[in-house]
């Protein structure tokens, strides 16, 4: 079903800033970012200078990226499944407290290769926490047909302090050492910390018990493996991390060896790439005007690899920092737009654990992408290692051939709110069952094509939504009626999954219901199965179940 508010292109590209609490936590945001910018510059800097490796020194992006891949998922479940401004209270607190003692590590000069990585990993596993719940926030913040513009607003805000945020961070290593960049980090947490804390948003209240983390988490994965569009998604994402990645994996051996700079330089190229990155959200939301989701992704992989290729056999910084400048361009387009098609494709129920799926497979391919551009940089240079980057990225743009993005629609995913629950001849508990559930359907032999494959994408949809063992039966003897039956765990697992279905998802029942000719309507029947031997029983009598 297409949604009746307007579509999300028609909207101002600065729309979200009329909400408040928007412009809040993204101003807090932006000095987070600033700081956080700052510390890698430091990061990566530092790491040159006691590293003993090219391996080590691009380890510094892995280890940024790797948390993402590992707690994305866990952290999403818990977006879904918690109130997310005190989830994004825990996390900002978190990195303020390792923050502090990284620094007080680095100014007592106790810090090392590995204890700087995981200090590193550490932080970022603060981002891998705070970031599903502000991302899935924003759905929450502005209206559906702003999220697109609010991703963008997002992406800007992070590369404004990108653009001037590194160079900044170049100068304060250079004046003062990294452990100064550590300390100006996490100072920055606190303005977001103290936004976070006031802002007091309508929580809506749930009647249904919280799902446990890893029913959660398996609702999640079920969701994106029962969703082609997000799929293809997720493999683009992938590609694009994992070959992209090389670029700001060995920036920083890039300004040191190949231009001859000093940490000045590279954090003028961090703004180069930072500016482009401005650029680049800036005119997103007009490329999505002009251009299928396809063909722009494919313009992102190509000039990212005119970027790392650019940087592989240039000698000098301003003319690398001119393609860097067209690769943030490429980063922040691919990204966002990665990120909008996610959060249009997925209802609120699940978004938490979608976008952390999707950050799992991009960010993933970014930490193996740096680990293994690192590899070979370590054995053929910096140079060899971008250029074979450059390689991979046209070939990931290539992958569109197979697997080509969908078009954007804006999709009414908002609750249908219809089911009721039914009443009881039994005494039923949350926790009981299992519960079978048979739905009959009389259909014309003229409109069985039609009913078989709309029954087709019924069944993907109530296998994603939680159903279980679907199937569609035909009466031997009477050919006309059609059985669909599928089961759930217990009974507040069924009431959990009427309660997913959304305004887009109705729009198949209602073509089911307008073929089936019965006098009366579908008839629905739930039952509970029971045990039949003294074996089962006894095992059922000791499990969670209650019949």
């Known amino acids: 079903m297409i949604d009746e508010k307007p579509d999300s292109e028609s909207v101002s590209a600065l729309a979200p800033f009329r909400h408040g609490i928007f412009r809040a936590v993204w101003g807090a945001s932006l000095v987070s970012n600033f700081g956080g910018l700052i510390q890698g510059v430091g990061a990566a800097w530092m790491m040159t200078t006691i590293a003993t490796s090219p391996y080590q020194v691009a380890l510094v992006q892995a280890s940024t990226t790797l948390p993402i891949m590992l707690f994305a998922l866990v952290a999403g ?76 607003l997002n992406s800007m805000g992070f590369n404004l302090t990108r653009s001037v945020g590194p160079a900044i961070g170049g100068i304060i290593v250079a004046a003062a050492g990294a452990a100064a960049a550590f300390a100006a980090n996490a100072v920055s947490y606190i303005g977001l910390i103290i936004v976070l804390a006031r802002w007091k948003p309508d929580v809506p209240i749930s009647t249904l ?193 197979l697997l080509p993005l969908p078009q954007q629609q804006v999709l009414n995913l908002d609750p249908l709110n219809r089911f009721k629950e039914p009443h009881l001849a039994l005494d039923l508990k949350p926790r009981s069952g299992p519960i079978a559930i048979m739905i009959e359907y009389v259909i014309r032999h003229e409109d069985e094509p039609e009913f078989l494959a709309i029954m087709a994408e019924r069944g993907r949809i109530r296998r994603r939504d939680g159903a279980r063992n ?49 006098d009366e309507p579908p008839r629905v029947r739930r039952m509970i199965e029971r045990p039949t031997t003294a074996g089962t029983a006894l095992v059922m009598a000791k499990g969670p179940i209650e019949h």
Request: a positive charge; one cysteine or more; aromatic letters at 10%.
């Open 77 to 152: 479940a818990i977006a879904d499944s918690f109130d997310r401004r005190k989830v994004m209270l825990v996390a900002q607190t978190f990195m303020l407290v390792v923050s502090v003692l990284l620094t007080l590590f680095t100014y007592s000069g106790l810090i090392t290769p590995w204890t700087l990585l995981a200090f590193t990993f550490m932080i970022d596993s603060g981002t891998a926490l705070n970031s599903p719940s502000w991302q899935a926030s924003v759905g929450d913040i502005v209206p559906r047909n702003k999220v697109p513009a609010a991703v963008a």
């Open 209 to 401: 018990p919280r799902e446990s983390l890893g029913a959660a988490m398996g609702a999640g994965l079920r969701y994106v493996a029962m969703s082609p569009n997000i799929g293809k998604v997720l493999v683009r994402g992938a590609a694009f991390g994992f070959s992209a990645g090389a670029v700001l994996a060995l920036l920083p051996l890039v300004a040191r060896d190949v231009v001859k700079g000093d940490a000045l330089t590279y954090g003028i190229m961090l703004g180069a790439f930072g500016i482009g990155a401005v650029g680049g959200a800036l005119i997103s939301v007009r490329l999505r005007q002009l251009l299928s989701s396809e063909t722009m992704v494919r313009c992102a992989f190509a000039g990212f690899a005119v970027c790392a290729f650019n940087a592989a056999v240039s000698q000098h910084a301003w003319q690398t920092s001119l393609g860097l400048l067209v690769g943030g361009a490429c980063w922040v387009i691919a990204l966002s737009h990665f990120n909008v098609t996610v959060q249009m494709a997925t209802p609120r129920w699940v978004v938490g654990r979608v976008l952390s799926v999707y950050q799992t497979a991009t960010f993933g391919g970014i930490a193996l992408g740096s680990w293994i551009w690192g590899v070979v940089a370590d054995a053929h240079g910096a140079e060899t290692a971008l250029i074979a980057a450059s390689v991979a990225m046209l070939a990931g743009g290539a992958i569109g051939l």
């Open 470 to 518: 679907w199937t569609l039966a035909r009466d031997l003897e009477n050919p006309t009626v059609w059985i669909e039956h599928y089961h759930t765990p217990t009974w507040i697992e069924y009431i959990r999954h009427n309660g997913r279905i959304t305004h887009a998802d109705a729009v198949i029942g209602e073509r089911v219901r307008a073929l089936h000719s019965g």
